[in-house]
C-alpha cells in the first residue's frame, strides 16, 4: 500500500480533463505521503496517453489495450481495475465523477470492500482519533464534499479499509503539468490475464455521442443569473449581454428550479465549476452552494438589488440595483466605447 492511483477516462485517444486534474491533486497527495503517483487507463490505440499523462508527474502508468475494450463496457473495465488494485494495493484511489466514475467507482468499491466518497470537492491528507477504539490514526484521507443539500460541509474518512477512495466532479480542482520531462515508466498490461471473455456478453452494434452545444467552462465571461433576475423573460438580457461581451451564460440552481434556463447552464456544487477571467453575478444571493463553482473566478461583479447579498463579499465590484435598469446600460455603454 504505497501508492496512489487515478483511473483515466479516455475518449479518441485524449484523456479527458477531469482525469488531468486528479493526476494534479494526486501528485500533491503522494508527496505529502512520500509515495509514488501511479495510473490506469484502458481502453484502444493507447499510445499517446503516456505523452499526456506522465509530465502531471506520474511514476507509473498501467496500459490495457484491447479494442474489445474501447468504448467503456462495465464488466470488462471492472475487471481490469480491481485486478489490478488487487495486485498493486494502492491506498488512494481517484476517479472523475463522471458517468463512468459513477458508474465504475462502486463496483470497484463494492469488489474490493473498500468503501467510495462520490463527489468530492476537496481532498487532504490528515489525522484522526478514534475515542472508541482509543487508536490514532496517521495519513487518511479527508474526503471532503457538500451533505444535505449542499447546507454543510462533510469530511469523510476511511480509516481501515483500502483503498480510500473517491469520485471528483470536473474542475473543482486545477490541473498543472509538473515538468514536461518527467521521467515514468509504462506498464502493458496482457488483457488476457485480467478480463474473461465472458465480460464481453454486450457488444456494441453502434455508438453516438451528442456533443454538447454549451462551453460554460471554457468560457472567459461568464453572465450568471440567480432567482433574483425574476423571470425567463429578464434572462434574456443576460443572453444579450453575454452575447456582447462574447461569454456565456450560467445559473444557479435557484434560476434552474424555477425553470429559467435549462439545467445544463448550472454552476455551484451540484453544477459545474468555473473559473472565468470575468464573472457577473445577475441577482444571485450567493449561498456557498453557488460560490464553490464560482469563487475562483479572477475578478466578479455582482449585480443585486440587496446591499447585503453574500454574493457581495467575495466580489471585486458590487452594483446595487436591478438587473433590469442596470444591465441595459451595460450593454449601451459596452458598444459605445467599443465603436
Do not use: W
Amino acid at each position: 500500500m504505497n501508492n496512489v492511483f487515478v483511473y483515466c477516462e479516455i475518449e479518441d485517444g485524449q484523456v479527458a480533463e477531469v482525469s488531468l486534474e486528479l493526476l494534479t491533486k494526486g501528485r500533491t497527495l503522494a508527496n505529502e505521503l512520500a509515495c509514488s503517483l501511479e495510473a490506469i487507463a484502458v481502453g484502444h490505440n493507447l499510445e499517446g496517453v503516456a505523452a499526456q499523462v506522465i509530465p502531471y508527474g506520474v511514476d507509473t502508468l498501467y496500459l490495457a489495450d484491447d479494442k474489445r475494450l474501447y468504448p467503456y463496457q462495465t464488466l470488462p473495465h471492472t475487471s481490469v481495475v480491481v485486478k489490478l488494485f488487487r495486485e498493486k494495493e494502492p491506498q488512494i484511489a481517484l476517479l472523475g465523477a463522471t458517468s463512468i466514475g459513477r458508474d465504475l467507482g462502486p463496483r470497484v468499491s463494492s469488489a474490493l470492500n473498500s468503501g467510495l466518497t462520490a463527489d468530492c470537492t476537496s481532498l487532504e491528507i490528515g489525522t484522526h482519533f478514534d475515542r472508541r477504539a482509543n487508536k490514532n490514526y496517521e495519513s487518511l484521507l479527508y474526503q471532503i464534499r457538500p451533505a444535505f443539500g449542499g447546507n454543510i460541509i462533510a469530511t469523510i474518512i476511511n480509516p481501515d479499509h483500502r483503498p480510500q477512495m473517491a469520485t471528483v466532479r470536473e474542475g473543482v480542482m486545477k490541473k498543472s503539468i509538473l515538468d514536461p520531462k518527467y521521467k515514468g515508466k509504462v506498464v502493458q498490461l496482457n488483457v488476457a490475464d485480467y478480463v474473461d471473455d465472458s465480460d464481453f456478453v454486450v457488444e456494441i452494434i453502434e455508438r453516438h455521442i451528442e456533443k454538447s452545444r454549451l462551453n460554460i467552462k471554457g468560457a472567459p465571461i461568464i453572465v450568471a443569473g440567480g432567482y433574483g433576475v425574476g423571470s425567463k423573460e429578464n434572462f434574456n438580457l443576460l443572453f444579450e449581454l453575454a452575447e456582447v461581451l462574447g461569454g456565456e451564460v450560467g445559473a444557479s440552481r435557484a434560476a434552474i428550479d424555477a425553470g429559467y434556463v435549462d439545467s445544463a447552464r448550472q454552476i455551484g456544487q451540484t453544477g459545474i465549476t468555473v473559473r472565468p477571467k470575468l464573472y457577473i453575478a445577475c441577482g444571485i444571493s450567493g449561498q456557498i452552494q453557488h460560490r464553490a463553482g464560482m469563487e475562483q473566478s479572477a475578478q466578479i461583479i455582482a449585480i443585486n438589488t440587496d446591499p447585503e447579498a453574500p454574493i457581495n463579499s467575495i466580489a471585486d465590484y458590487v452594483i446595487t440595483g436591478s438587473i433590469t435598469d442596470i444591465i441595459p446600460k451595460m450593454i449601451k455603454y459596452y458598444k459605445k466605447n467599443t465603436k
